[in-house]
């Protein structure tokens, strides 16, 4: 019953830094399939400029998040809050995701490892036929390049099984089971193609926002080798913000010209190569961290059984660790 539950949802909250709707950072964002939401993207898009924290949901929870990040001022007026389908597991219509739930996010955010898997706005996520959800990877690199990090973190609610890639492996179809069914076709029953994943990338190199865009961009790579194409129904929204280049409008009224730090174009392959591999990555890091899901309806996802998963790899002579 709507409004009843079971509840399989929730909201993850990313504060890229102290301040940040005073001290805004510079971002920029990529489409790959615009089926989907993240709101304020005009405003960093015309701007330049990230100016919020970044939150990630349900579908039908955007609306709340958003009004909350506003009543708890972790926005000049323009939260991002992004968002992807969680109704085959969740009572998405009921929109459990209340202030309180933000707070408690916003709270608890802290710097170190994440939580992956089934939490958060990863709740009831589903990833290539599997249960999926929340992921994050990171990559340092090297010293001739700089020794910048780059973290992503996914939202990974998309693709279908038996396109499923580990490493270029077919893993999909060599573990093949029930395709959930098209989480829209209660809605739209003419629409084909599979759901979302939203991708956050965050570095400390000191790129500018066209920069940033073209960091964004690359996340598709890493969701085309995990099996990922951008479907009809697919929302596949990436944001980059770097964390260099702080404190440029400290004096709002100043005039003069400021001074900011940036990368050359032409030293960017090796964040365009982090970001790719990053992505892939923590799309896997979210399906191997998420556990079998049992919600509405009765509805089951399993999670991918990773005894199996690395017998196919070795199958496909895969040194694993």
Not at 112 to 117: A, L
Not at 165 to 179: A, L, Y
Not at 191 to 211: K, M
Not at 240 to 258: C, E, H, V, W
Request: charged share 15%; net charge negative; glycine share 14%.
């Amino acid at each position: 019953m709507v409004g009843q539950g079971p509840v399989r949802t929730g909201v993850t909250v990313i504060i890229p830094g102290e301040n940040v709707a005073r001290d805004p950072m510079f971002a920029g964002y990529h489409v790959l399939n615009g089926c989907g939401e993240m709101t304020g993207l005009a405003w960093v898009g015309e701007s330049g400029m990230l100016s919020s924290v970044i939150a990630t949901t349900s579908t039908f929870s955007v609306g709340a998040v958003h009004e909350a990040l506003l009543a708890y001022e972790a926005s000049f007026g323009l939260p991002v809050v992004a968002e992807t389908w969680d109704g085959w597991l969740n009572d998405i219509k009921g929109m459990h995701v209340r202030r309180e739930h933000v707070r408690a996010a916003l709270d608890a955010a802290a710097s170190g490892p994440v939580q992956e898997g089934c939490v958060g706005g990863g709740t009831g996520m589903i990833c290539h036929g599997f249960k999926g959800g929340i992921g994050t990877a990171s990559r340092i690199l090297p010293n001739a390049s700089g020794r910048w990090t780059v973290g992503v973190l996914v939202q990974a609610n998309q693709g279908e099984r038996g396109l499923l890639r580990v490493n270029g492996v077919p893993v999909g179809k060599e573990i093949p089971g029930r395709d959930v069914p098209e989480p829209y076709a209660s809605f739209f029953p003419t629409l084909t193609g599979t759901s979302s994943i939203i991708v956050v990338i965050a570095t400390d190199a000191p790129i500018l926002p066209h920069q940033c865009r073209r960091l964004a961009q690359r996340a598709s790579i890493g969701v085309g080798r995990a099996g990922g194409l951008g479907e009809n129904t697919s929302g596949d929204i990436f944001l980059a913000f770097s964390t260099a280049n702080r404190g440029l409008y400290g004096l709002p009224d100043k005039r003069d010209p400021i001074a900011v730090s940036a990368l050359p174009d032409h030293a960017l392959d090796a964040l365009f190569e982090s970001v790719a591999d990053a992505t892939e990555e923590a799309i896997l890091n979210a399906l191997c961290a998420a556990t079998t899901t049992t919600g509405v309806d009765g509805h089951t996802v399993e999670a991918i059984p990773l005894d199996r998963l690395l017998e196919v790899m070795r199958s496909y002579g895969q040194k694993l660790d």
